[in-house]
Each structure stands twice: as C-alpha cells, then as structure tokens.
C-alpha cells in the first residue's frame, strides 16, 4: 500500500489533514497548517479523519497548532480521530489538551 504525501487544506471551514505523517513529512504539513490557521479569525475544526497513521509526531503537530490558534484567539477542536491516535494521546495523557480526543467528545458533523 502506498503512503500518500500529507496535506493540509481548509474545506467548508474545517481544517482537513490527510496523508501518512511521519519525521521526514511533519515540519512541510506544519507549515501548511500554520498558514492555513493564521488565515481564520473564528472556531476552527481539524478533521484528522483521513490521516493514513498514528505518530507520536502527529500529537506534536496537534499540539503546535492549538498554541498557534490560542495565540490568535481562535478556538480550535479535533474530529475523526483514529482509535490509534486517541489511544496514542491517552498514553502521553495529552487527551485533554486536544478537543475531541477524549472518549466521548467527538464532535458531530452535523
């Protein structure tokens, strides 16, 4: 199976992330991601629903975002968040600091 390079776009005001997310491809994806943040002025939703993996470096990135967005007031949640991913985030106890990964907190999607 081939891995797909990851990308970050805005779709409908929700921050879409897709791909396989690993060392070499996380600081491209961050940049992306931090643009695409640093051109809101409200609530924003990430969708991780199409990521490819779960990696430690993908909560680093999460985390890295949600500074970026508090810092510009914008208010930023999670959804589609892989079984992997939230069990990732629970093990590093980093599950309240990330909107929508807590069990139960899903968001809808209307």
Do not use: K
């Amino acid at each position: 199976m081939s891995q797909s390079a990851p990308l970050a776009r805005l779709s409908d005001g929700v921050l879409v992330v897709s791909g396989y997310v690993d060392f070499d491809s996380v600081v491209a994806l961050r940049r992306q991601g931090d643009a695409l943040i640093a051109s809101c002025s409200r609530a924003l939703t990430v969708d991780l629903g199409a990521l490819e993996n779960a990696h430690s470096v993908v909560l680093s990135l999460l985390l890295c975002w949600r500074r970026l967005a508090a810092g510009r007031s914008i208010e930023l949640s999670f959804r589609g968040v892989s079984d992997r991913l939230a069990s990732l985030a629970a093990l590093s106890n980093l599950e309240d600091e990330l909107p929508g990964f807590a069990p139960g907190s899903e968001i809808p999607t209307h």
